[in-house]
């Protein structure tokens, strides 16, 4: 099957769009194949404010209409706890509500940007969206990252070569408990060395420590700029800690 097909018969949809490289890809494809349309961005503590601002560009680039829900991840204990399937809930938390807003809106069928390059297994967030008859286009039609990387760029889309961002959440270590004071602490950091030219890293929480993660190629950069780091993040830690061991995507 091939997204034209898909959306054909599939031609009336809600998105769960992120902003990043699959969500957008999908998008932009359902707007040229014709289908009538609405992307969703879930607004919570775990998504950093250049997410959103992604989505509303690519959203507008594309000439999709974008919703934003504001929503308390954390008002879920089940979430805040943080345990090994934090994400499950969360995910139901999320989908849950966008159902909801999407059904106010007319639209019965849920779409995201799961590709066949996922490990859908039984991975708690994959089986919250099962279990939600969310369904993934890109996945079922066998567009893996790689392809999806291509064809955004053949399209023009600007997220092509967008680095893979995983929430928030995930840079505190399972059963700590998350706070939206953690969270914000790791948005500065990581929105800092954002701003200093390094992409594609890191900084995980650490016994009250941040632990810089940097992928081989910048790694000798951040020795070198070490002090400029340490003073820049050490108000929000106990210590500033650069992992040796680089980074892989």
């Known amino acids: 099957m ?23 890809y999908l998008l932009y494809a359902a707007v040229q194949c014709g289908a009538d349309v609405h992307a969703y961005f879930a607004k919570t503590a775990f998504q950093p404010q250049f997410e959103l601002d992604d989505a509303r560009r690519l959203a507008e680039s594309v000439g999709a209409k974008l919703t934003v829900l504001e929503l308390d991840a954390l008002s879920s ?29 007319g639209f019965t069928l849920i779409l ?13 967030g994959m089986r919250a969206l099962r279990e939600m008859d969310v369904r993934s286009p890109l996945r079922e039609c066998g567009l893996t990252k790689a392809e ?9 889309l600007f997220t092509w070569d967008k680095p893979a961002y995983a929430c928030l959440a995930t840079r505190v270590p399972t059963g700590t408990r998350i706070t ?6 790791t948005e500065r950091a990581e929105g800092w060395l954002f701003s200093q030219g390094y992409t594609d890293f890191r900084v995980r929480l650490l016994d009250g420590c941040a632990r810089l993660q940097f992928p ?34």
């Open 2 to 24: 091939t997204l034209q097909e898909f959306f054909a018969e599939n031609a009336r949809a809600a998105i769960a769009f992120s902003g990043g490289v699959d969500s957008s």
């Open 77 to 105: 204990e089940d979430v805040a706890r943080n345990p090994a399937n934090r994400c499950y809930y969360c995910k139901q938390n999320i989908f849950g509500n966008l159902k909801r807003a999407a059904a106010g809106d």
């Open 112 to 124: 995201d940007g799961t590709n066949a390059s996922d490990d859908a297994g039984d991975r708690p």
């Open 148 to 156: 999806i990387r291509r064809l955004s760029h053949e399209a023009g």
């Open 180 to 185: 939206p004071e953690l969270l914000a602490a």
């Open 216 to 249: 081989a190629d910048q790694l000798s950069r951040a020795l070198a700029q070490h002090d400029e780091i340490v003073a820049a993040l050490k108000p929000d830690y106990r210590a500033v800690l650069l992992d040796l061991e680089a980074r892989h995507a």
